[in-house]
């Protein structure tokens, strides 16, 4: 069992920046993809970022050059660091772990909403 716990969203303005943080639990942090995921009202979901257990990244078209995800495997903590935040980038954003290797994220944490206001 994983949990997954984020923080660091909020109300920000157009431009800003945040960093969001996902805890896991668990010895084998170090071995599982992560990845962060957002889902706006009226929209489906839409995967943002991931990263994998080696560290290689990859970003959604719609974030490529303005967010960036990173880990820290001492810490059991995986981030995404926004910034010139949009009001399109509005959602609640979730971490995920795909702990079995590429077979989809089957942990999830309980989201945390980030509004970005013009």
């Known amino acids: 069992q994983v949990q997954l716990v984020e923080s660091g969203g909020g109300l920000v303005q157009a431009g800003d920046s945040l960093r969001l943080s996902c805890a896991a639990s668990g010895r084998t942090f170090r071995r599982y993809a992560m990845g962060w995921l957002r889902q706006a009202p009226g929209k489906e979901r839409e995967l943002v970022a991931a990263?994998?257990?080696?560290?290689?990244?990859s970003h959604a078209d719609s974030v490529k050059g303005r967010f960036t995800i990173s880990r820290d495997n001492a810490k059991n903590t995986v981030y995404l660091q926004m910034n010139s935040l949009k009001p399109e980038d509005t959602a609640v954003y979730y971490c995920?772990?795909?702990?079995?290797?590429?077979?989809?994220?089957?942990?999830w944490g309980q989201g945390t909403q980030v509004t970005v206001s013009s």
């Open positions: 995920a772990a795909d702990t079995y290797g590429g077979t989809g994220y089957d942990y």
């Open positions: 990263i994998t257990s080696g560290g290689s990244t």
